[in-house]
């Protein structure tokens, strides 16, 4: 009977032990977000204005070591922008023109990264760096605010979402301030910057032809949140 008791508190204090390990929060991240877009001249694809994106979801630190956290979570995250390109096919005219899509895609995010904190700066508070990848998933894309688009040059209607790869990958890095409220609450608020790593075309050299046309993510976010 002491052996079964003795074993339960081992047990309790081990469970007690690894739930001080993981702080859970929720996160907005309000951003300006847009498409960094290169090819060779003849089409001169390029980057023509960023937009506002939004995101937002869970947060999961778990701590390894009293200043340091391997940070996760599960997140949507609204990414995109503006570009422009010369159809030098002509289309219908048979004159070059200038095409300006404005693609906005949804993600579902989940972020791999390390967080590094201070010791205290000030009375609970705490300055922390964070870096490392995410892997992002496209579940919607709109072109010009449309699930479909008409390519100028072809006249043929596709899916928005035909024209985004069906992943990406950024690195982030980013920093900020945690203040301890209560126990186990705590707020945050940080600045990051995510700079896609993965072309993201899925339509102009597949489909179109187009010869080493590259487009890529990048945001800036205000990152807000509380974990609990």
Do not use: C, W
Request: glycine share 10%.
């Amino acid at each position: 009977m002491k052996k079964i008791f003795l074993a339960l508190l081992v047990v309790t204090a081990t469970i007690s032990t690894a739930a001080a390990q993981i702080e859970i929060g929720l996160k907005v991240s309000p951003s300006i977000t847009s498409l960094r877009a290169e090819s060779p001249t003849d089409h001169a694809f390029a980057s023509d204005g960023s937009q506002l994106g939004f995101g937002g979801g869970l947060v999961v630190d778990y701590f390894f070591g009293e200043n340091y956290a391997f940070s996760t979570g599960l997140l949507l995250t609204g990414k995109g922008g503006t570009i422009s390109y010369t159809d030098v096919s002509g289309g219908v005219t048979g004159q070059p023109f200038v095409v300006k899509p404005k693609i906005s895609t949804q993600y579902l995010e989940l972020p791999v990264t390390i967080k590094l904190f201070t010791n205290e700066i000030a009375p609970a508070t705490r300055l922390y760096f964070q870096v490392g990848p995410s892997l992002n998933i496209p579940i919607g894309t709109r072109i010009d605010g449309n699930k479909f688009f008409t390519d100028p040059a072809t006249a043929k209607e596709n899916k928005a979402s035909d024209y985004i790869y069906f992943v990406d990958v950024d690195i982030m890095a980013g920093a900020g301030v945690e203040y301890q409220l209560a126990k186990s609450t705590k707020v945050f608020a940080g600045l990051s910057y995510h700079r896609g790593l993965v072309d993201i075309d899925h339509y102009f050299e597949s489909t179109r032809g187009f010869k080493d046309v590259t487009i890529k993510n990048s945001s800036f976010g205000l990152d807000l949140g509380i974990k609990f």
